[in-house]
């Protein structure tokens, strides 16, 4: 009987460390990461990184200037296309939707959620880059707003659901119409949630390569306006990292750094705000 | 057209009429419509990528028929597509990938489902919640400029020594490999397995631990025997879930694949993957079929995913269902 409390004891101290060790295996890629894009990365940093065109071929120096901003040109696109129809979806899956409908919108938003990222390329290729003749930040952004639609719909979805029916009672017992008591409290009580989860949808998209290749493709000059090629960061990292050069190698480490700093903030700064407290005021 | 607007109308008992336009006027006939047209582009925009890519790629699927799957000429020049070099080079990444992560990820949600103190748990699951949101372009650039030269000269030198007469790992090793795009994958998936396993097993009734553990079971025999068994449709579903990720996965795999449409027996040998071929090749594709086939590719992977995140979601509603009453 001893024994077999020993044994059984030992047991599970052994599989607790076995499975801890799986954790700390896990949890610390994040920080091989972390340290490699520190210590490579931070190195090759500096301040024409940020200031300054692509050098040519064969000249050391320059920056990514351009792509930092296409980055930002195309992430704001995709974020005005595809949060309206990703939160309206979710605002109608929470709150009017009836129950075969609201089926095939949930399936098909999953359904959309796990089409690679390449595939989606391919169609706005196909749908939009074709038939205007051309590459341009514009379709950029459309591929990855059609790729921030699902993630936004299930957050709205979940953070309206999670406010209480006692405060929609209230507002409609007041004599609101259904949209007034909507617009006016309910979605202004899950307003943390639905910021969050934006913020997330977008570290998401931002380092989201494989469909800009074939819409915002790249250059390496500036690129102003909406219909032109345009540089993002992730497409840079990509072809400087695989072309021959010493010193393109250098500058890919230094833009991984700059984007995965960023992607990583949005994340940190999101998920704090949602562990802070309740996103809701539940009753 | 006028005409039969006002047929239309006087067809509609007044009484409703009214209703409708005092419905319009207080805002939530069109605030519902404002939304259905939301949740009804979604579906258009889906329905559009799987149409896209059929229409698209009808040259191709014509052309070649069936054959297309079991060909491994890969010819743009001499006109001739076959698809088996990359499913073959997808599926063996992917399976890679899933021996390494699975036991991995499955282990790791175990200890923060069950066996973590709540105070470690909560740390650790942020960190890995984290991790799945390193962008995979940053996963090939760790993968080109440190884990090649890792495996060239600490890893695969002794692995051959090993296991150097089986087929697997013959050959020589030039650093890009299936080898090398399967332990890139399988670091990029785990976060999935663990996030979705950890969330199915917390999903297991208290009431079910507690009655084992009044009975004298330890922590882990309640684990092992109570836990992981109500929860396993929901594990197996995150398993799909994450091969579903991994077989769309491109840019870490274009960066360490090799990049060479061939089927060899040896993980060593570099190879190419469905979306890898894509990537490489899509803006460089001259001519209507080579375009097509291509587009077909990217039909195969659509189909591929389409089936594995159906399956998973069934898996993990399933066991969400029966276990969180």
């Known amino acids: ?283 | 057209m006028g005409t039969s607007a006002i047929v239309h109308q006087r067809a509609v008992p007044p009484g409703k009429v009214r209703s409708f336009a005092r419905r319009l006027r207080a805002g939530d006939e069109l605030a519902y419509l404002i939304t259905l047209i939301a949740a009804g582009a979604i579906f258009i925009i889906t329905a559009l990528v799987f149409y896209e890519l059929y229409s698209e790629s009808s040259l191709a699927r014509h052309k070649f028929g069936w054959g297309f799957l079991f060909s491994s000429t890969w010819d743009p020049v001499a006109g001739n597509f076959g698809a088996l070099p990359f499913i073959y080079g997808t599926v063996v990444t992917s399976v890679l990938a899933l021996l390494i992560a699975v036991p991995q990820g499955i282990g790791s949600a175990i200890f923060l489902a069950e066996m973590a103190p709540p105070r470690l748990s909560n740390i650790s699951t942020f960190l890995i919640e984290l991790l799945a949101a390193v962008p995979s372009v940053i996963y090939g650039l760790l993968g080109i400029f440190i884990l090649v030269p890792i495996l060239e000269h600490d890893v695969v030198p002794p692995l051959k020594s090993v296991f150097g007469s089986l087929p697997l790992f013959q050959g020589a090793f030039y650093g890009v490999s299936l080898f090398s795009a399967g332990i890139v994958l399988s670091v990029m998936i785990i976060p999935f397995i663990v996030s979705v396993s950890r969330e199915v097993l917390l999903s297991v009734p208290r009431d079910q631990r507690e009655a084992s553990l009044a009975l004298g079971a330890s922590q882990w025999q309640t684990t092992w025997r109570v836990v992981v068994p109500n929860a396993s449709t929901g594990i197996t579903g995150s398993v799909f879930l994450a091969l579903a990720r991994a077989l769309g996965e491109t840019m870490a795999v274009t960066m360490v694949i090799g990049n060479t449409p061939q089927i060899k027996a040896s993980l060593l040998a570099p190879g190419y993957s469905i979306a890898a071929v894509i990537a490489n090749e899509f803006t460089e594709a001259t001519g209507d079929l080579y375009l097509s086939a291509l587009i077909e590719l990217g039909l195969v992977l659509f189909g591929l995913t389409f089936v594995l995140n159906g399956l998973a979601r069934i898996l993990i509603i399933t066991t969400s269902r029966s276990g969180g009453h």
């Not at chain 1, 799986?22 to 200031?51: K, N, P």
């Not at chain 1, 075969?100 to 196909?126: E, W």
């Not at chain 1, 930040?137 to 957050?155: C, E, F, Q």
């Not at chain 1, 943390?192 to 915002?216: K, N, Q, Y």
């Open chain 1, 1 to 283: 009987m001893a024994s077999s409390s020993l044994q059984k004891n030992l047991v599970n101290y052994l599989m607790f460390g076995l499975t801890g060790l799986c954790t700390l295996m896990t949890a610390g890629i994040l920080f091989f990461i972390l340290g490699y894009l520190v210590y490579h990365g931070g190195r090759s940093l500096s301040w024409a990184f940020f200031t300054q065109l692509p050098a040519p071929v064969g000249e050391t120096g320059g920056g990514m200037a351009n792509a930092i901003i296409g980055s930002g040109k195309v992430l704001l696109l995709a974020t005005a296309i595809g949060i309206p129809i990703g939160f309206l979806g979710g605002v109608y899956l929470s709150e009017y939707s009836g129950r075969t409908l609201s089926f095939v919108v949930r399936y098909t938003t999953d359904l959309l959620n796990g089409v690679p990222s390449i595939v989606i390329g391919i169609v706005v290729y196909a749908l939009v880059v074709h038939p205007m003749g051309h590459f341009s930040a514009l379709t950029g952004g459309v591929a990855l707003g059609i790729m921030m639609i699902p993630i936004s719909v299930r957050s709205t979805e979940e953070y309206l659901h999670a406010v209480p029916v006692s405060l929609r009672e209230g507002a409609l017992a007041l004599g609101a119409a259904k949209w007034k008591a909507i617009v006016t409290v309910v979605i202004p009580a899950a307003v943390r949630g639905i910021v969050s989860g934006t913020m997330l949808d977008l570290a998401r998209v931002a380092g989201e390569t494989a469909p800009l290749l074939f819409t915002a493709l790249s250059n390496q000059f500036w690129s102003p306006g909406w219909n032109k090629p345009t540089a993002t960061l992730p497409v840079m990292i990509f072809t400087y990292a695989i072309a021959p050069y010493e010193d393109w190698h250098r500058q890919a480490w230094a833009a991984g750094f700059v984007l995965l700093t960023l992607v990583l903030l949005l994340n940190i700064i999101a998920r704090l705000a949602l562990a802070r407290g309740t996103y809701v005021s539940k009753a």
